[in-house]
């Protein structure tokens, strides 16, 4: 687990960093596993209103949240929460779609290798070319497509393996993309970050765009994108943004581990 400072955030002990000093942090730790000091990769999450609420409500996904070693904060009502309630608020919103170009920029610097897994056929390799013309020098080594089943999955991390990445991108969807990475971290030694990133692939693809900055600053990029995909993510938002609301105001703090009974485990507990 890293050293960095958690804070509890809607009940989901979040790193408290910025996107700098994570670019920062994943430049070291590719270093060290290339030179063996790192045994296994670390994985890389983000938390937002979906994941808090599904944090609560999902045993099994709660348990995948918290093997994580990076938890960061993709959504501005987690960073107003802190500033709120907490001595030392979150500092800013790391968004995967924002955090992937300073990645990029360092990787590019440094010569880090990038793998791309997830979304539609030619998805991926769209954002790769987008990526590659504003970073020259930007390596990706490898590209394929979300859709397999898990008995692929050990050729797929030869695959990996081959290209010698150094950070996977895993855009599979939550919980997959996180179900992923855990069921697959031992066979993937010698890569030093396994980081999901959602949409991602979508977003640099040229299929979505980003809210304007006023809502994005705001904390109402949600409201947006409803806006723009209304049966994809209306359902979904009403699903979680008044859970998520909740346990933003009741269990966000200063304490770095949760203390709370989910719904989850009052229904386990129920039925024993």
């Not at 409500?57 to 987690?78: C, H, K, S, T, Y």
């Not at 971290?185 to 999901?196: H, N």
């Not at 980003?210 to 109402?220: F, K, S, Y």
């Amino acid at each position: 687990m890293n050293g960095r400072r958690r804070l509890l955030v809607g009940g989901v002990p979040t790193t408290r960093i910025t996107r700098a000093e994570l670019a920062g942090m994943m430049v070291e730790d590719c270093l060290q596993a290339r030179a063996g000091a790192l045994t296994q990769p670390l994985i890389i999450i983000s938390s937002n209103g979906a994941v808090i609420a599904d944090f609560h409500a999902n045993r099994a996904f709660r348990e995948m949240v918290l093997e994580a070693d990076i938890i960061d904060a993709d959504g501005m009502p987690l960073v107003m929460a802190t500033r709120l309630l907490c001595r030392e608020p979150l500092s800013e919103r790391v968004a995967t779609t924002d955090f992937i170009l300073d990645a990029s920029a360092a990787a590019a610097r440094e010569g880090l290798r990038f793998f791309f897994l997830g979304a539609k056929p030619g998805v991926a390799q769209t954002a790769a070319d987008h990526l590659l013309d504003q970073y020259p020098g930007l390596q990706i080594v490898g590209i394929r497509h979300g859709y397999f089943d898990r008995e692929d999955e050990a050729a797929i991390c030869e695959e990996i393996l081959a290209a010698r990445a150094d950070v996977v991108w895993i855009g599979l969807g939550s919980p997959i993309q996180e179900s992923f990475a855990l069921r697959n971290r031992a066979r993937l030694s010698g890569v030093a970050w396994l980081r999901t990133c959602g949409g991602m692939f979508d977003h640099y693809s040229g299929k979505f765009h980003r809210a304007p900055l006023w809502m994005q600053r705001n904390g109402l990029e949600w409201l947006y994108r409803t806006f723009n995909e209304p049966l994809r993510l209306g359902r979904r938002y009403l699903g979680t943004n008044l859970p998520a609301l909740f346990y933003l105001a009741t269990q966000t703090s200063d304490a770095p581990r949760p203390k709370h009974v989910s719904r989850a485990d009052a229904d386990v507990r129920s039925h024993r």
